[in-house]
């Protein structure tokens, strides 16, 4: 290990206790231990087992927007924030977020589009979309395309978060792994692999998203997905793998104190491997501990024991076990090195070009494959600078104690910590999968412990971005978390533009916060998804689908839309006062909040 591991004598006032790492990738919670890591912050950090919402009864924090000297921006200025748009532009977000609020349309979205295909055409149908629903959510077809509403965005003080957005044909007979699961609530995002060539393919398209990000003014960031680089199938056999190396160090943490002595080293190396010879085990337990502290921690165990290294590992294993099914063949471990060069290659070219990296979240059975993957980015390419952000979904209960367990090994390990903060995007798909299989769900079961986790984790990262300079992308639609950041900052001195805080929102979602961010000098973005009509569809259809709560609930977004262009009917016509249906149902919203990707 790089520091080597700390002594549980020195450990009893700054310890941290993550249990349940990724559990929801076990059949079993109970197969996951917890795990002790240094805090090094002033105040001992609960472990993901606790309630949030508890805990914040129990840890208020102050109002900071009581104080005199400072206020949060006004979100609820609706001239402020549809001033970029024109009339036209206007009307069309009116009629697409009621499109969206008719339930019936939104759940069969993709049969009513391909019933329109049939009827009138690819090319009329396309035309439709292109005039409502692509022109609202997406930025253009190409890196040409996107230029417009680019410079529109950095004029307003906004920069974009770039995505070619073309995903797998929802009209597909099959796909892959990550499509398995119920539909009736969400479409889950992924791409069909075809063959190593298409990955290469996928590949080249994400180098042109951080080429059109590079080009773009100010710091540009593009989003990669880790499913368009590699067999999905793979990577559920690597987080399998990721998960037996996990397991493996609770089977040899006797006591289950989370760390693993000498003693307990040589006793289960013993019993459990043929080759157990005194010289043997020394050695072994000499490289998981090089500092001869006698212990080895969970940080220094999987920094020292590789997916590359089961194959061997298990040769000697006296009887097959979970250890032994998740080895990868030869032929595997050739597609996972791909897979990674690929990954390095994008990353090369983001570094090169000064484009920062977010690698996207899926699905819990895919998770710890994407981590491992974004972990080993970070250490090649955060050495000195933020390049690489990988994204944590706060509706999972185990997100709290990945996210600091990845802080304190980027403290051990040197590199810089690079976080994107979401709610979650398969909620639906997440908790069936869970109930098919039998096992807890992974999801917190109310949205209100869903905010309180995204509160908590949140402040965590403001913290480490002022004092350790660190950076996160505060990805929220939702207002109270986005005052609760802003607030924090002003708390700690943080200087908007000279920290590496940033928040982002959907393009065309949340406008009164992205703008107002903005101009008020706040490092905002808007994701911003671009590609061909036909190709960006499941796109289109999943930004309804997997946000349901949200189309359901945008009086708001709808109140401030239909104020403002009352406000410049007035103002273009001399009418008389507001309606006032209009500005109650802006005003009615006001504290509305909801559950965002």
């Given amino acids: 290990m790089a520091n080597g591991c700390v002594r549980l004598s020195h450990l009893?006032?700054?310890?941290?206790?993550v249990r349940q790492l990724s559990g929801s990738t076990c059949t079993a919670a109970s197969s996951c231990h917890p795990l002790i890591i240094r805090q090094f912050s002033a105040q001992p950090l609960p472990s993901d087992d606790v309630?949030?919402?508890?805990?914040?009864?129990?840890q208020l924090a102050p109002d900071h927007r009581q104080e005199k000297s400072f206020h949060v921006p006004d979100f609820s200025n609706f001239e402020e924030a549809h001033k970029p748009k024109s009339n036209l532009e206007l009307v069309r977000a009116y009629g697409v977020f009621t499109t969206c609020q008719i339930r019936p349309v939104v759940k069969y979205a993709d049969t009513l589009l391909g019933f329109t295909k049939k009827v009138l055409g690819a090319n009329i149908t396309y035309n439709l979309v292109r005039a409502t629903f692509f022109g609202h959510f997406c930025a253009g077809e190409d890196q040409e395309g996107i230029k417009p509403k680019i410079k529109m965005l950095h004029k307003n003080g906004i920069g974009g978060i770039l995505d070619y957005a073309a995903e797998d044909d929802m009209d597909a007979d099959e796909g892959p792994a990550s499509r398995t699961g119920p539909h009736e609530k969400v479409v889950a995002r992924t791409f069909d692999y075809g063959s190593e060539e298409v990955c290469d393919g996928h590949m080249r398209v994400f180098m042109k998203s951080i080429e059109a990000a590079a080009d773009a003014p100010g710091r540009g960031f593009a989003a990669i997905k880790i499913t368009a680089l590699g067999n999905p199938k793979l990577l559920e056999r690597v987080a399998a793998g990721l998960m037996a190396i996990r397991n493996l160090f609770s089977q040899f943490d006797l006591d289950m104190n989370n760390v693993i002595t000498r003693e307990e080293f040589i006793k289960v190396y013993n019993e459990m491997f043929t080759d157990a010879t005194e010289e043997r085990t020394e050695r072994m337990f000499h490289y998981l501990d090089p500092d001869n502290t006698g212990y080895v921690d969970y940080l220094g165990w999987s920094q020292s024991i590789k997916l590359q290294d089961i194959p061997s590992i298990i040769k000697t294993c006296r009887a097959p076990g979970p250890l032994y099914l998740s080895s990868l063949s030869e032929d595997e471990l050739k597609l996972l090195d791909n897979?990674?060069?690929?990954?390095?290659?994008i990353a090369q070219v983001a570094a090169k070009r000064g484009v920062r990296l977010m690698v996207d979240a899926e699905h819990t059975y895919f998770q710890p494959a994407i981590d491992h993957a974004a972990v080993e980015l970070q250490?090649?390419?955060?050495?000195?600078?933020?390049?690489i952000l990988n994204t944590y979904q706060c509706y999972l209960k185990d997100s709290w104690a990945r996210m600091n367990l990845d802080i304190e090994r980027s403290r051990r390990e040197g590199f810089k910590f690079g976080a994107k903060l979401v709610r979650g995007a398969y909620m639906y798909l997440e908790r069936q999968r869970a109930t098919d299989l039998k096992f807890s769900s992974p999801v917190w079961e109310s949205l209100e412990e869903t905010h309180a986790n995204y509160n908590r984790c949140a402040d965590l990262l403001v913290r480490v971005c002022h004092d350790e300079g660190a950076e996160v992308m505060i990805a929220s639609h939702n207002q109270k978390s986005i005052e609760r950041a802003v607030s924090l900052m002003h708390e700690l001195?943080?200087?908007?533009?000279?920290?590496?805080?940033?928040?982002?929102?959907?393009l065309g979602m949340a406008d009164h916060l992205t703008f107002i961010l903005g101009r008020n000098g706040y490092r905002a973005y808007k994701y911003v998804p671009f590609g061909p009509v036909g190709d960006v569809l499941p796109y289109l259809i999943r930004r309804a689908q997997e946000n349901s709560d949200i189309m359901t609930g945008v009086s708001r977004e709808k109140g401030m839309i239909a104020a403002e262009i009352w406000r410049r009917l007035k103002e273009a016509t001399g009418l008389g006062k507001a309606l006032p249906s209009t500005e109650t149902a802006a005003s009615a919203a006001q504290n509305r909040t909801v559950h965002v990707n």
């Fill in 12 to 17: 009893s006032k700054h310890v941290l206790t």
């Fill in 51 to 58: 309630n949030p919402v508890q805990e914040a009864k129990h």
């Fill in 339 to 345: 897979m990674m060069n690929r990954l390095y290659n």
């Fill in 379 to 387: 250490r090649r390419f955060n050495k000195d600078e933020v390049v």
């Fill in 493 to 506: 001195g943080v200087e908007p533009q000279q920290s590496g805080i940033y928040f982002g929102q959907l």
